[in-house]
């Protein structure tokens, strides 16, 4: 994939289970160059360790892969970096993370928000678009689709540029050009 311009400030990168999604947000940041893999997934299982074992495989060694399941916002400040990209897959699992270990929500959410403008380098970041089925059956359940759908709202109004994967393939929602500061 050739990227006629450099990557804007923010890019939300959404889609379905096996969209494509992260594969797309990969090739924007391969695009322009090496970039640094921020990995929010924990091993829990078996089938998650699989999971992740055939991200790391897809990717190979061009990436710098940090792990970080919680703390989102300080890896994001210590790692941007003008010409480096960061890619952070995915926005879904934090979120899940953070309410399973209790943390609030609506604060993270919020400090997220804040610390987007202030990166020196470029983010994409991925999330789940889940609210497209019925309304779960369960209160934790319906909690957490809530908080992921107010979490893609939020970031999709901040972010520069917004795409949905559909089947493999892209649908531009927002693409506003603007160039961080240097």
């Not at 990168?13 to 990995?39: C, D, F, H, M, P």
Request: proline share 6%; glycine share 8%; aromatic share 4%.
């Amino acid at each position: 994939m050739h990227i006629e311009r450099p990557l804007p400030p923010v890019t939300l990168v959404l889609g379905g289970v096996r969209s494509g999604k992260s594969v797309y947000a990969e090739q924007l940041v391969t695009s322009q160059g090496n970039g640094i893999y921020l990995a929010t997934a924990e091993a829990r299982d078996e089938e998650m360790a699989q999971r992740i074992e055939q991200h790391k495989e897809r990717r190979g060694e061009v990436w710098t892969t940090v792990e970080e399941p919680l703390d989102l916002l300080l890896r994001l400040e210590k790692l941007s970096r003008p010409k480096t990209p960061v890619l952070v897959d995915c926005l879904t699992l934090w979120l899940s993370n953070l309410m399973e270990a209790g943390q609030d929500v609506t604060f993270e959410t919020e400090r997220l928000l804040r610390c987007l403008p202030t990166l020196v380098g470029p983010v994409v970041l991925v999330s789940n678009e889940i609210g497209l089925g019925g309304i779960a059956g369960d209160p934790p359940t319906r909690r957490f689709a809530d908080s992921l759908g107010l979490l893609n709202q939020t970031v999709g109004l901040t972010a520069d540029k917004v795409v949905l994967i559909t089947a493999g393939l892209p649908v531009v929602l927002k693409d506003v050009e603007r160039v961080r500061k240097a």
